[in-house]
């Protein structure tokens, strides 16, 4: 083979992979970034639901303590003393 034929063809080999590399990286960036956000979402989706877990315990402990409370009023108003026997 003449030289500048191996030259031309090594030339458009380097250019292909040139191209190429960069192409193939973004898609396995792309689906890596997926997976992430996947992950993220799953996560996310589970803080949520243990969110909403604690947020009816708190609701349960504040009616509970404004339940106590009124009663503690109640005594009060009754006989003017708070201390519980």
Do not use: C, W
Not at 53 to 69: D, I, N, R
């Amino acid at each position: 083979m003449n030289e500048t034929v191996v030259v031309a063809i090594i030339s458009a080999l380097g250019l292909v992979l040139a191209s190429a590399l960069p192409a193939v990286l973004v898609q396995a960036f792309r689906r890596e970034n997926a997976q992430d956000h996947a992950t993220v979402r799953t996560r996310l989706d589970s803080i949520d639901a243990h969110i909403g877990v604690v947020e009816a315990k708190v609701e349960h402990v504040q009616y509970g303590l404004g339940t106590h409370l009124l009663e503690h009023q109640r005594e009060e108003s009754d006989d003017g003393d708070t201390r519980r026997t």
